[in-house]
């Protein structure tokens, strides 16, 4: 079966703009959580979505967002894009709680300058 | 403070070499992975523990999680240049999931 899917893979943006980037999980995986990752930071949890609900929130800024759609499709995004907000963006579904682990997409790396 | 520290943060091996990496905490988690990961992709699951003193092996991989549950530790026997790359553990946490620090290893041909 087709694994996690995150558009785009790469994308460059100004300082202040924002941007929308998409995940599409696993078939019947109803749970998508979103990972910031840098060099600095390692894996920092922005957000989890079940079933078009928020259900945990990492510790970043309202700047931050996202949202579930009910085929569980995932965006998220952030705006007023500042030049610390350069990282790998991951996205990651399992069928309900993450007990058994994720399988994550191969993510969106995010370029501002 | 992260509440999963991986030790060591980094190794430089031989082929054929044999090594652990760590995953350490004062909490106990309900269940433990461990992930793989290569440059410029998303992290892949290798395994998942969920009883004290489990141990898992993964042809030439061996895991175990603590018996109280608040550690675990992933052997390699005989690495091969194709078993570089992070390595994260993450464990879950009543319904939270955090992430360890990661090991960034290289195995040299």
């Known amino acids: 079966k087709a694994g996690v899917t995150q558009t785009p893979r790469y994308l460059i943006k100004t300082r202040g703009q924002q941007v929308t980037l998409s995940c599409s999980p696993i078939?019947?995986?109803?749970?998508v959580s979103w990972y910031q990752q840098t060099p600095g930071q390692g894996l920092q949890f922005l957000f989890e979505y079940f079933s078009e609900t928020q259900r945990n929130k990492g510790n970043f800024p309202g700047r931050f967002s996202g949202r579930q759609f009910s085929n569980s499709r995932s965006e998220m995004n952030v705006s007023t894009l500042e030049l610390g907000d350069s990282a790998l963006y991951l996205c990651?579904?399992?069928?309900?709680?993450?007990?058994?682990?994720?399988?994550f997409g191969s993510g969106t790396r995010l370029t501002v300058v | 403070t992260q509440l999963l520290e991986q030790s060591p943060q980094f190794l430089s091996i031989q082929e054929g070499e044999n090594l652990t990496v760590y995953c350490n905490s004062s909490s106990v988690f309900s269940s433990l992975q461990w992930y793989r990961q290569e440059p410029g992709e998303g992290p892949v699951l290798l395994v998942t523990v969920v009883t004290g003193g489990e141990v898992k092996k993964l042809k030439r991989l061996t895991f175990q999680f603590g018996d109280a549950r608040k550690d675990s530790s992933l052997h390699i026997t005989a690495a091969q240049p194709g078993d570089t790359g992070l390595y994260l553990c993450a464990g879950s946490r009543g319904n939270q999931f955090y992430f360890g620090t990661g090991t960034s290893l290289t195995v040299i041909p």
């Open positions: 990651a579904s399992s069928q309900d709680r993450s007990n058994y682990g994720y399988t």
């Open positions: 078939s019947g995986h109803r749970s």
